[in-house]
């Protein structure tokens, strides 16, 4: 099999973004997923729980790339065919939870790259990952999307 | 009120969580609360161009909801890891069930965990999802 030339990119990070986790984002998204929990809107109720502010879902780290600043967050420029891409799959891994009020450093990367037999022969599979990290340096969350290529 | 470590038991199933249909306007509102706006989840007429019977969702979507019977589970803040792999497409009108099973009971670096296997149907017999994920209980 030829070289992919995408190989080089692994492990290369894209300028990083600070982001704001805001409680606007935090409700809208919530909603959207059909959450109903109230320490997802009412600051008093998350309070109660110990919480510091309202709690991020937990697949919200997948909407805070649009927060990030222009050209920040992501990870090197793949080169793919994009109709030819699918969304395999994504994992996200928490060290402690996301709150509103944080204040992230967003780092994008290519994670790996593997392959593996699809229905019209070898398709092979990008991880990108995208860690979240306080302004202590240490990392609070990752997010890692699986996308292949392949006919 | 959220489960508690030592209720737990390998094989417990966890409360089903469903959204009896889904609309075009819950795929825009996911659209515009993620930012991710591909037309495919939201353009009818350039998704019937290529082919497409309709707009169909975005998978992060059904992962989202799919959040939902974590929560109801182990609370908002219990989610240490969450996994997916998307197996078919989620059309409009769809309803989508989503299910979990107990499938480990452990304690790791202080923390009591729970090791969940997760799954979301679209119709009988068809996953659109499959998942896992550990949850940290009280």
Redesign the interface.
Known sequence: MAENPNQALVGKEGPPSTVHVDKSRIRQFARAVGLTDPAYFDEAEAKKRGYPSLIAPPTLPIALGQDAEPGGGGGPQVKWDVRKLLHEGTEIIYDRPIFAGDVLTMRGQLKSIGTREGKNGVRTIYTMESAFYDQQGKRVCALLLRTSEGQ | MAAKWQDVKVGDVLPTWE?PAVTRT?LV??A?????YNPMHHDETLATKVGLPSVFAH???S???L??V??AFGG??S????????RAITWPDDKVTCTGKVTGRREEGGKKLVDLELQCETKPGTKSII?SATLALG
Request: charge should be negative; aromatic fraction near 14%; glycine fraction near 16%.
């Open positions: 959204h819950d509102k996911y515009g609360a993620s930012g991710d998978g992060m979507y992962m989202g909801l959040s939902n974590l929560v908002p803040a989610v240490e890891r969450f996994d997916v792999q998307f998942g």
